[in-house]
């Protein structure tokens, strides 16, 4: 990937009134990247990408898509095009008229227009379609005609608001791969927003995790699930989430115990400072059951689910360590049982900054 940068965000801040939306947010994407933004509810996805688009006046800070200061240009002059989650389709417009429809208003000449939106719903798999009108579409075939109109202008960057989150959990999957795909074979800028961090980690090269209007942390997908900064991310980032479990370094750091009934005590990767609170974060697919007296976390069984090919096991009083299977096992509510996790794999936490140690 080409380091030069399509969009830049400098220091950049949003209020809305007295509410502080956006707090200082940098932020540089590279042409080509594929740049998710997640968090929960609230934290400023929306907003960022809202001001991305020109949507939303930025208060503070600098905002350049290809070298050029953004801050004051309208949205149609950003070279910017967005995809909602609600479609946003004129509903008496066919597939081709909705199409060609920001063509037309730029006057390209009519069969000109045509022909790049019939290449277009080529590419996308519309071209059967182009007669029908949206209420005649399938959700999926509805959100392809909004990425559809996307596609025909061209546009530097694409930015995408949930745009999946009406759809069924199969097609959802399916769609994931489909705009990743189009992403590559044009070339494109995309910025995603979505609250479904498996939906982020699986498309994006690039993933920043947002909360309360404040960047958390950003970075490839594998190295904030590997090396997240603070408990915050650590939880949002893996599914299910990671356990947190109150602990105690020991005399020489080299070592945790948990406060949990038989006070296991966990080897560390490395040494850290002695007899200090830590929050222990276990990952529920790296800890792995053996048979009683043969590993480190002595506990009974709670809770078991199935999907079949995953089994998901909660432990401790109140199923409060969740593990996570991909074997089946013989194992039944109420059985004690062993749990062991590499020493590797364990994640230190400061419990009053709540900033990994
Ligand atoms: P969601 O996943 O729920 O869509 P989000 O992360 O996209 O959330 P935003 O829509 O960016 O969140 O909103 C961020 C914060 O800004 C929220 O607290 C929201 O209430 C507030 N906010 C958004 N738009 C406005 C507005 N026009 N006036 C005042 N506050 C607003």
């Known amino acids: 990937m080409t380091q030069e940068l399509q969009i830049e965000l400098n220091g950049v801040d949003k209020h809305y009134g ?19 933004l997640v968090g929960p509810s609230g934290c400023g996805k ?10 939303e006046t930025i208060s503070g800070g600098e905002m350049k898509i290809t070298d050029e200061v953004v801050n004051n240009v309208p949205p149609r002059h950003r070279d910017v095009a967005m995809v909602f989650q609600s479609y946003a389709l004129y509903p008496h417009m066919t597939v081709i008229d909705n199409l060609t429809y920001s063509l037309r208003l730029k006057k390209t000449p009519k069969a000109e227009a045509r022909k790049i939106a019939e290449e277009v719903a080529a590419t996308i798999g519309l071209e059967n379609l182009l007669d029908r009108f949206p209420r005649e579409l399938s959700g999926g075939q509805r959100q392809r005609v909004a990425m559809g109109r996307a596609i025909v202008r ?11 989150s009406n759809l069924d959990a199969s097609l959802r999957v399916h769609m994931r791969k489909e705009i990743r795909a189009l992403h590559d074979r044009l ?19 690039h993933v ?20 997240p900064a603070s408990q915050f991310v650590a939880g949002f980032i893996g599914s299910p989430a990671m356990n ?12 945790v115990t948990l406060e949990i009934d038989g006070a296991p005590e966990l080897k560390l990767p490395r040494q ?63 059985d004690t049982i062993d749990l062991s996790i590499n020493a590797k794999d364990i994640h230190l936490f400061d419990p009053h900054s709540q900033m990994a140690i």
């Open 46 to 55: 929306s907003t960022l990408l809202r001001s991305i688009a020109g949507l």
């Open 272 to 334: 850290v400072a002695c007899n200090q609170k830590v929050t222990v974060g276990l990952r529920p697919e790296h800890l792995s059951i053996s048979a009683a007296g043969q590993g480190t976390i002595t506990t009974k069984i709670s809770v078991i689910e199935s999907t079949g090919s995953t089994t998901y096991v909660g432990a401790g009083d109140t199923g409060k360590i969740t593990i996570v299977l991909s074997e089946r096992r013989d194992i039944s509510v109420g």
């Open 187 to 205: 070339g494109a800028t995309s910025v995603y927003v979505t609250h479904d961090q498996i939906e982020a980690m699986t498309m994006a090269d």
């Open 244 to 255: 947190f479990v109150d602990g105690v370094t020991n005399a020489d750091g080299t070592a």
């Open 18 to 36: 007295a509410f502080h939306a956006l707090k200082d947010i940098q932020l540089a994407i590279p042409k080509g990247a594929f740049v998710a």
């Open 208 to 227: 920043v995790v947002m909360r309360a209007g404040v960047i958390e942390q950003q970075g490839a997908p594998l190295e904030l699930y590997d090396r």
């Open 154 to 164: 061209r546009p530097k960057v694409f930015l995408f608001d949930e745009p999946l």
